[in-house]
């Protein structure tokens, strides 16, 4: 039996990718993809489901790094 203080949300998968290149000699280059699927789900469950934490949309990150 669920009390005031108990929350439960459904569960839910989340898919991210990450790619490197490595093929030069003093430079890196990575790409990162989160939620690739642009699921929507709750990442921190509250007491309340409109105090609940949703997890971020689909995002890109690119890094380059060069070495001297």
Known sequence: ??????????GHERVDLTA?????????LSIYVRNVLDAEYIERPLFSSRLSQYGAPRSFVVRGRVKF
């Open 1 to 10: 039996m669920l009390d005031d203080n108990d929350a439960t949300v459904d």
């Open 20 to 28: 490197f290149y490595n093929g030069l000699e003093k430079a890196e």
